[in-house]
Protein backbone atom coordinates (compact mmCIF):
# COMPACT_ATOMS: atom_id res chain seq x y z
CA UNK A 1 0.00 0.00 0.00
CA UNK A 2 2.97 2.48 0.67
CA UNK A 3 4.54 1.45 -2.24
CA UNK A 4 1.41 2.20 -4.36
CA UNK A 5 0.84 5.86 -2.56
CA UNK A 6 4.69 6.36 -3.22
CA UNK A 7 4.40 5.73 -6.77
CA UNK A 8 1.15 7.51 -6.90
CA UNK A 9 3.04 10.31 -5.85
CA UNK A 10 6.02 10.37 -8.06
CA UNK A 11 3.75 9.79 -11.20
CA UNK A 12 1.78 12.85 -10.87
CA UNK A 13 4.39 15.04 -10.21
CA UNK A 14 6.07 13.38 -13.59
CA UNK A 15 3.53 14.10 -15.63
CA UNK A 16 3.09 17.66 -13.89
CA UNK A 17 6.16 18.32 -14.64
CA UNK A 18 6.02 16.96 -18.19
CA UNK A 19 3.32 19.03 -18.88
CA UNK A 20 5.07 21.86 -17.92
CA UNK A 21 7.66 21.11 -20.20
CA UNK A 22 4.86 21.56 -23.01
CA UNK A 23 3.22 24.80 -21.65
CA UNK A 24 5.95 26.45 -20.91
CA UNK A 25 7.00 29.12 -23.52
CA UNK A 26 10.33 29.92 -22.49
CA UNK A 27 12.38 26.76 -22.91
CA UNK A 28 15.06 27.30 -20.03
CA UNK A 29 11.44 26.72 -17.99
CA UNK A 30 10.81 23.82 -19.85
CA UNK A 31 14.48 22.65 -19.48
CA UNK A 32 13.83 22.70 -15.69
CA UNK A 33 10.85 21.10 -15.80
CA UNK A 34 12.13 18.21 -17.44
CA UNK A 35 14.96 17.72 -14.67
CA UNK A 36 11.95 17.61 -12.84
CA UNK A 37 10.25 14.52 -15.00
CA UNK A 38 14.12 12.80 -14.87
CA UNK A 39 14.09 13.09 -10.61
CA UNK A 40 10.79 11.44 -10.46
CA UNK A 41 11.46 8.49 -13.25
CA UNK A 42 14.93 7.76 -11.61
CA UNK A 43 12.49 7.72 -8.34
CA UNK A 44 10.28 5.30 -10.07
CA UNK A 45 13.62 3.19 -11.33
CA UNK A 46 14.37 2.46 -8.27
CA UNK A 47 11.39 1.45 -6.88
CA UNK A 48 11.81 -0.94 -9.53
CA UNK A 49 14.99 -2.40 -8.02
CA UNK A 50 17.16 -0.45 -11.22
CA UNK A 51 19.44 1.22 -8.83
CA UNK A 52 21.92 1.34 -11.08
CA UNK A 53 19.79 2.95 -13.77
CA UNK A 54 18.25 5.22 -11.87
CA UNK A 55 21.73 6.65 -10.49
CA UNK A 56 22.87 6.90 -13.66
CA UNK A 57 19.31 8.76 -15.05
CA UNK A 58 19.99 11.21 -12.27
CA UNK A 59 24.05 11.54 -13.10
CA UNK A 60 23.89 11.51 -17.10
CA UNK A 61 20.58 12.59 -18.21
CA UNK A 62 19.75 15.40 -15.11
CA UNK A 63 23.45 15.98 -14.28
CA UNK A 64 25.22 15.75 -17.86
CA UNK A 65 22.42 16.07 -21.14
CA UNK A 66 20.12 18.88 -19.36
CA UNK A 67 23.09 21.36 -18.16
CA UNK A 68 24.14 21.25 -21.90
CA UNK A 69 20.64 22.32 -22.76
CA UNK A 70 20.51 24.84 -20.42
CA UNK A 71 24.26 26.09 -21.48
CA UNK A 72 23.14 26.39 -25.28
CA UNK A 73 19.48 27.85 -24.05
CA UNK A 74 22.02 30.36 -22.00
CA UNK A 75 24.47 30.72 -24.64
CA UNK A 76 22.23 31.64 -27.69
CA UNK A 77 20.11 33.89 -25.23
CA UNK A 78 16.33 32.63 -26.37
CA UNK A 79 13.79 34.77 -24.55
CA UNK A 80 11.01 33.47 -25.25
CA UNK A 81 8.90 31.31 -27.69
CA UNK A 82 7.98 34.15 -30.40
CA UNK A 83 4.24 34.28 -31.87
CA UNK A 84 3.06 31.54 -30.75
CA UNK A 85 0.23 29.35 -32.46
CA UNK A 86 -2.22 32.37 -33.13
CA UNK A 87 -1.98 31.84 -36.82
CA UNK A 88 -2.75 27.79 -36.46
CA UNK A 89 -5.15 28.22 -33.94
CA UNK A 90 -7.46 25.53 -35.88
CA UNK A 91 -4.91 23.26 -35.44
CA UNK A 92 -4.53 23.45 -31.36
CA UNK A 93 -8.19 22.49 -31.47
CA UNK A 94 -7.40 19.48 -33.89
CA UNK A 95 -4.54 18.34 -31.63
CA UNK A 96 -6.50 17.81 -28.96
CA UNK A 97 -8.85 14.85 -30.28
CA UNK A 98 -5.57 13.50 -31.74
CA UNK A 99 -3.87 13.28 -28.27
CA UNK A 100 -6.86 12.29 -26.82
CA UNK A 101 -7.32 9.46 -29.72
CA UNK A 102 -4.16 8.38 -28.83
CA UNK A 103 -4.09 7.49 -25.03
CA UNK A 104 -6.92 5.91 -25.27
CA UNK A 105 -5.93 3.51 -27.48
CA UNK A 106 -2.44 2.98 -25.88
CA UNK A 107 -4.10 2.93 -22.40
CA UNK A 108 -6.67 0.60 -23.63
CA UNK A 109 -4.11 -1.99 -25.54
CA UNK A 110 -1.95 -2.10 -22.03
CA UNK A 111 -5.12 -2.79 -19.91
CA UNK A 112 -6.22 -5.68 -22.00
CA UNK A 113 -2.64 -6.70 -22.54
CA UNK A 114 -1.23 -7.00 -18.86
CA UNK A 115 -4.86 -7.75 -16.90
CA UNK A 116 -3.41 -11.82 -18.29
CA UNK A 117 -0.68 -10.77 -16.76
CA UNK A 118 0.52 -12.20 -13.66
CA UNK A 119 3.72 -13.18 -11.95
CA UNK A 120 4.89 -16.75 -13.53
CA UNK A 121 6.24 -18.91 -10.18
CA UNK A 122 9.59 -19.36 -12.34
CA UNK A 123 10.06 -15.60 -12.46
CA UNK A 124 9.83 -15.22 -9.14
CA UNK A 125 12.47 -17.60 -8.38
CA UNK A 126 15.17 -16.06 -10.30
CA UNK A 127 17.25 -13.71 -8.78
CA UNK A 128 17.06 -10.02 -8.94
CA UNK A 129 18.50 -7.76 -11.88
CA UNK A 130 19.34 -4.15 -11.39
CA UNK A 131 22.22 -3.96 -9.09
CA UNK A 132 25.78 -2.90 -10.91
CA UNK A 133 26.93 -6.29 -11.07
CA UNK A 134 24.17 -8.19 -13.15
CA UNK A 135 24.25 -4.86 -15.54
CA UNK A 136 28.12 -5.52 -16.09
CA UNK A 137 27.85 -8.82 -16.61
CA UNK A 138 25.45 -8.46 -19.13
CA UNK A 139 27.21 -5.86 -20.86
CA UNK A 140 30.78 -7.54 -20.51
CA UNK A 141 29.50 -11.09 -21.92
CA UNK A 142 26.21 -10.91 -24.35
CA UNK A 143 26.42 -7.49 -25.18
CA UNK A 144 30.07 -6.85 -25.74
CA UNK A 145 30.01 -5.70 -29.35
CA UNK A 146 26.79 -3.44 -29.02
CA UNK A 147 28.74 -1.81 -26.20
CA UNK A 148 32.23 -1.46 -28.65
CA UNK A 149 29.79 0.32 -31.31
CA UNK A 150 28.43 2.45 -28.71
CA UNK A 151 31.68 3.55 -27.24
CA UNK A 152 32.20 4.49 -31.43
CA UNK A 153 29.16 6.09 -31.54
CA UNK A 154 30.27 8.78 -28.72
CA UNK A 155 33.29 8.89 -30.24
CA UNK A 156 31.84 9.87 -33.46
CA UNK A 157 29.44 12.23 -31.88
CA UNK A 158 32.23 14.01 -30.14
CA UNK A 159 34.03 14.75 -33.59
CA UNK A 160 30.87 15.60 -35.61
CA UNK A 161 29.31 18.10 -32.89
CA UNK A 162 32.98 20.10 -32.64
CA UNK A 163 33.39 19.95 -36.06
CA UNK A 164 29.53 20.89 -36.93
CA UNK A 165 29.38 23.77 -34.16
CA UNK A 166 33.05 25.24 -35.19
CA UNK A 167 33.35 29.01 -36.28
CA UNK A 168 33.65 28.58 -40.32
CA UNK A 169 37.02 30.41 -41.59
CA UNK A 170 36.42 33.30 -44.32
CA UNK B 1 3.28 -4.08 -4.82
CA UNK B 2 3.07 -2.04 -7.65
CA UNK B 3 1.09 -3.54 -10.60
CA UNK B 4 2.88 -3.78 -13.75
CA UNK B 5 -0.02 -1.98 -15.71
CA UNK B 6 0.46 1.25 -13.66
CA UNK B 7 4.06 1.86 -14.51
CA UNK B 8 2.78 1.11 -18.48
CA UNK B 9 0.02 3.67 -18.22
CA UNK B 10 2.66 6.22 -16.80
CA UNK B 11 5.21 5.55 -19.63
CA UNK B 12 1.91 5.91 -22.18
CA UNK B 13 0.76 9.32 -20.77
CA UNK B 14 4.59 10.75 -20.86
CA UNK B 15 4.92 9.43 -24.13
CA UNK B 16 1.85 11.41 -25.74
CA UNK B 17 2.91 14.19 -23.48
CA UNK B 18 6.10 14.16 -25.63
CA UNK B 19 4.37 13.45 -28.91
CA UNK B 20 1.98 16.27 -28.72
CA UNK B 21 4.65 18.68 -27.68
CA UNK B 22 6.85 17.83 -30.94
CA UNK B 23 3.76 18.83 -32.74
CA UNK B 24 2.85 22.00 -30.54
CA UNK B 25 6.40 23.93 -30.25
CA UNK B 26 7.84 26.09 -32.24
CA UNK B 27 11.57 26.40 -30.91
CA UNK B 28 14.13 23.95 -31.79
CA UNK B 29 15.20 23.43 -28.14
CA UNK B 30 11.58 22.46 -26.97
CA UNK B 31 11.18 19.69 -29.73
CA UNK B 32 14.52 18.13 -28.54
CA UNK B 33 13.58 18.40 -25.17
CA UNK B 34 10.29 16.53 -26.27
CA UNK B 35 12.14 13.86 -27.67
CA UNK B 36 14.35 13.30 -24.78
CA UNK B 37 10.92 12.71 -22.51
CA UNK B 38 9.96 10.39 -25.35
CA UNK B 39 12.88 8.60 -25.08
CA UNK B 40 12.98 8.17 -21.12
CA UNK B 41 8.94 7.27 -21.60
CA UNK B 42 9.81 4.47 -23.52
CA UNK B 43 12.97 3.33 -20.85
CA UNK B 44 10.33 3.23 -18.62
CA UNK B 45 8.84 0.78 -20.41
CA UNK B 46 11.99 -0.94 -20.63
CA UNK B 47 12.99 -1.44 -17.43
CA UNK B 48 9.12 -2.05 -16.08
CA UNK B 49 9.38 -5.61 -17.87
CA UNK B 50 13.01 -5.75 -17.49
CA UNK B 51 12.11 -6.20 -13.27
CA UNK B 52 9.05 -7.76 -13.63
CA UNK B 53 10.36 -10.60 -15.90
CA UNK B 54 13.34 -10.52 -13.61
CA UNK B 55 15.60 -10.37 -17.16
CA UNK B 56 18.70 -7.92 -17.46
CA UNK B 57 18.62 -7.12 -21.34
CA UNK B 58 16.35 -4.69 -21.06
CA UNK B 59 18.23 -2.61 -18.78
CA UNK B 60 21.11 -2.92 -20.69
CA UNK B 61 19.05 -1.46 -23.88
CA UNK B 62 18.10 1.58 -21.45
CA UNK B 63 21.85 1.67 -21.18
CA UNK B 64 22.58 1.99 -24.72
CA UNK B 65 19.43 4.22 -25.32
CA UNK B 66 20.79 6.94 -22.52
CA UNK B 67 24.43 6.78 -24.58
CA UNK B 68 22.33 7.43 -27.90
CA UNK B 69 20.61 10.19 -26.36
CA UNK B 70 23.74 11.90 -25.35
CA UNK B 71 25.17 11.55 -28.74
CA UNK B 72 22.19 12.81 -30.03
CA UNK B 73 22.04 15.76 -27.76
CA UNK B 74 25.59 16.61 -28.45
CA UNK B 75 25.23 16.47 -32.16
CA UNK B 76 21.34 18.08 -32.18
CA UNK B 77 23.13 21.02 -30.22
CA UNK B 78 25.51 21.48 -31.92
CA UNK B 79 23.45 21.71 -35.34
CA UNK B 80 21.16 24.61 -33.42
CA UNK B 81 24.14 26.50 -33.00
CA UNK B 82 24.96 26.41 -36.37
CA UNK B 83 21.29 26.99 -37.33
CA UNK B 84 21.38 30.26 -35.31
CA UNK B 85 24.46 31.38 -36.32
CA UNK B 86 22.84 31.48 -40.26
CA UNK B 87 19.20 32.08 -39.03
CA UNK B 88 19.54 33.96 -36.15
CA UNK B 89 15.98 32.35 -34.88
CA UNK B 90 15.21 29.38 -33.43
CA UNK B 91 12.04 29.42 -34.76
CA UNK B 92 10.42 26.10 -37.21
CA UNK B 93 8.85 28.18 -39.61
CA UNK B 94 12.14 30.48 -40.19
CA UNK B 95 14.28 26.91 -40.84
CA UNK B 96 12.18 24.98 -42.87
CA UNK B 97 15.13 24.76 -45.80
CA UNK B 98 17.74 23.42 -45.73
CA UNK B 99 19.36 25.65 -48.20
CA UNK B 100 21.20 28.64 -46.88
Known sequence: ?170 | MVPLSWYLALSAVLFTIGAVGVFVKRNVISIFMCIELMLNAVNLTLIAFSSFYREVSGQLFVFIVMTVAAAEAGVGLALVIAVFRNRESLNTDDINLLKL
Not at chain 1, 12 to 38: E, N, W
Not at chain 1, 74 to 81: A, G, Y
Not at chain 1, 104 to 124: G, N
Open chain 1, 1 to 170: MMEQAFFLILATLAVGAALSVIIQRSPLYSAFSLIGVFACLAGTYIMLKAQFLGAIQMIVYAGAIMVLFVFVIMLLNIRKEETALDKYRYLWLLSIPFAATLIVEVLYTILKVTSDFTSLPEMAKRPEVGDSQSIGYGLYTGYLMPFELTSILILLAIVGSVILARREKD
